[in-house]
């Protein structure tokens, strides 16, 4: 059985405004000042972990901004048996809470850095707190936990960076580097900040999106060993290039393909960029199968509050079945075959 990646959106807001985003973050729109209860997460997750799923990446929103982040953390561990519990964050204060959750057992922390020019990564982001990012993502890699830096690759934006940053992090100590095609469909959303890109750079968000291809041969160069993984069942195929210091550089170029389900049935966006990679819980306890259609979600909220647990576990299971259908689409073709990827 295929299962998905289990992502959780702990609150809706992050109070930065990315153009690659939308004020949701990873959730599809979702009422400002949303935050996930603690009880109705581990009530999710209980459901989750009988499905055969031990891992959990928490984002947002932003996690560091959510105040119950290091008990939930511990909870999660304790209470749900999740094996790897990755928190994805983008804001300084992830730094400041770094200790207190590697303690309560975090296994990876996720930051985001897009550029090391401090007036561009105001452009990209809102906040002047370029120095603060890069001092949270030393105190992350101080506690010994693995730390994975997320690059947003933008045509025209941060292109000619990519080898200082990819040196940065590696000088820093970092365990990873992974580099992300833009999610050029995210417009077609609810939410975006694409307005924010228009008026900022007179862009839209395709303008911002190229294949990861050449990067990947500079990145090809300095490397010793190379690997094509997938995060999780249903992730794309990434190629994983470790260098001499043994950081690994991942890049993932959604042209690689996309597992699809009967979600995708027709809709007029298929096909889409990430498609089925992650089942999602959102800030207000909904399934979210998709990051684009509001219509494709599953409000567990009613029974959670009624503490029906048999017909959460039945919501989920169902959520599961669908994923377990799923097929590999390689971007611009007609192939439903799935390509052999190494684990």
């Not at 581990?42 to 959510?66: E, F, I, N």
């Not at 997938?230 to 992730?235: A, E, H, M, V, W």
């Not at 999602?280 to 306890?285: I, N, P, Q, S």
């Amino acid at each position: 059985m295929r299962l998905p990646q289990w992502r959780v959106t702990l609150n809706a807001r992050c109070k930065r405004s990315c153009y690659y985003c939308r004020p949701s973050g990873e959730a599809v729109a979702t009422e400002a000042g949303a935050n996930l209860d603690p009880d109705r997460l581990l009530a999710v997750a209980a459901a989750v972990r009988a499905q055969g799923v031990d891992s959990v990446k928490l984002t947002g929103g932003d996690p560091a901004l959510y105040e119950p982040l290091v008990d939930v953390v511990r909870r999660l561990r304790e209470e749900a048996g999740m094996r790897d519990v990755e928190v994805i964050s983008r804001h300084p204060r992830i730094g400041e809470l770094a200790p207190a959750l590697a303690e309560a057992g975090v296994t990876q922390f996720n930051v985001s850095l897009d550029t090391l020019n401090p007036q561009l990564h105001r452009e990209i982001c809102g906040p002047d707190d370029h120095a603060e990012v890069l001092d949270a993502i030393r105190a992350c890699v101080a506690t010994g936990v693995p730390v994975k830096v997320n690059v947003v690759v933008m045509a025209g934006i941060n292109i000619p960076e990519i080898d200082a940053l990819i040196d940065w992090c590696e000088e820093a100590g970092v365990d990873s580097v992974k580099l992300l095609d833009i999610i050029k469909d995210l417009a077609e959303g609810q939410e975006s900040y694409e307005r924010r890109l228009q008026i900022k750079q007179k862009l839209n968000l395709p303008d911002l999106y190229l294949p990861l291809e050449d990067l990947a041969d500079g990145v090809r160069s300095r490397a010793v060993d190379e690997e094509v993984v997938q995060q999780g069942g249903l992730g794309h195929p990434m190629t994983v290039f470790t260098l001499t210091s043994g950081m690994k550089v991942v890049i993932k170029d959604s042209t690689a393909g996309a597992w699809y389900g009967s979600v995708c049935r027709g809709c007029p966006l298929f096909p889409c960029h990430d498609a089925l990679m992650a089942l999602r819980l959102t800030a207000d306890a909904r399934l979210q199968f998709c990051l684009l259609r509001e219509d494709a979600t599953v409000d567990l909220a009613p029974l959670l509050d009624a503490g029906d647990t048999k017909a959460v576990l039945a919501r989920v299971e169902a959520a599961f079945e669908m994923y377990a259908a799923a097929y590999f689409r390689k971007d611009g073709t007609k192939t439903t075959e799935l390509a052999e990827v190494s684990r």
